[in-house]
């Protein structure tokens, strides 16, 4: 059994397309506020914290060709404030947290690397975040994780996650979808936990994990937790190919020992172990 924490440039002068008329010529600096379209194509070494702040509606962030944010302290890589703002492609790397997704949230991150984060790749505290199409991993041996959903009605998809010793993908707030993706040797590979609040932990209810595939979990691969004064309920676990765990490969801390209790639902994984034991045949 586990249980999974309670919660607690652009340089010179360059032609822009028509597609790309909104986007604004001047350098991208350290310690920038970014409030309108911007490319960044040469690589930054930053001491801020935040070393860039990204702040929506209109705050738009591409990192092509170099383009990338290097944080020298522990701190935050891309800070990202207000509503729908958007970072696109590039590099995050040796930040405390590579992006944090802040303010009224709806933020996108999309395409981004994010590499040997000491606390987290790519934190969604807000609501409504999308996270797709992103690298994430660790190399040392810091206690960090890849993606942590805080807020409600984030999604995670097709992210390539790997080698974080505490989890690769965290569930923590309500209605959260993480699909499509693929996770490899991380301590927790996919887990649904719990909030603290006021005293009391609230697990994760009516989220999806879906057609995700999860490879050489340490300990678990996809997994609810519990005991918590409000159990995790109401999610739905398919079609996920879950292997080479250390202990099981799929686990509902919730379940009963002939898998009657049904407070989530379980379907279609492909997984050789399972606490309880029935749950990989449901």
């Given at each position: ?14 032609v ?61 890589g891309?800070h ?21 997704l ?24 807000s ?14 041996n ?27 993908i ?25 909030l603290?609040?006021d005293?009391?932990?609230i697990g ?10 999860v ?18 309920m109401d ?32 379907s ?15």
């Amino acid at each position: 059994m586990f249980n999974p924490p309670n919660k607690l440039h652009l340089a010179g002068l360059i032609v822009l397309m028509s597609g790309f008329s909104s986007f604004v010529t001047a350098d991208v600096q350290c310690g920038d506020t970014i409030a309108d379209a911007q490319i960044l194509t040469v690589a930054l070494s930053c001491s801020e914290d935040p070393a860039i702040r990204v702040e929506g509606p209109n705050g738009n962030l591409t990192m092509s060709g170099n383009g990338a944010v290097e944080c020298t302290t522990d701190g935050i890589g891309i800070h990202m404030l207000g509503k729908s703002g958007i970072v696109m492609g590039g590099l995050v790397t040796n930040c405390d947290l590579g992006l944090l997704l802040d303010g009224d949230g709806s933020h996108k991150v999309i395409g981004v690397t994010v590499e040997e984060s000491s606390s987290a790749a790519i934190f969604a505290q807000s609501d409504g975040n999308l996270i797709r199409q992103n690298t994430v991993s660790n190399t040392s041996n810091v206690i960090a994780s890849g993606l942590e959903l805080d807020g409600e009605r984030n999604v995670a998809v097709g992210n390539n996650v790997s080698g974080f010793l505490e989890y690769g993908i965290a569930g923590f707030g309500f209605y959260s979808y993480i699909g499509n993706n693929y996770v490899e040797n991380s301590e927790l590979g996919i887990i649904l936990g719990a909030l603290v609040v006021d005293g009391e932990s609230i697990g994760a209810s009516y989220c999806v994990i879906e057609s995700n595939t999860v490879v050489g979990s340490l300990r678990t691969g996809i997994g609810i937790g519990a005991p918590y004064t409000y159990p995790n309920m109401d999610n739905l676990v398919t079609g996920n190919t879950v292997t080479g765990s250390g202990n099981d490969d799929i686990l509902d801390d919730n379940e009963e020992s002939d898998c009657s209790d049904g407070l989530n639902v379980w379907s279609n994984n492909t997984a050789d172990t399972s606490f309880p034991s029935c749950l990989k045949n449901l």
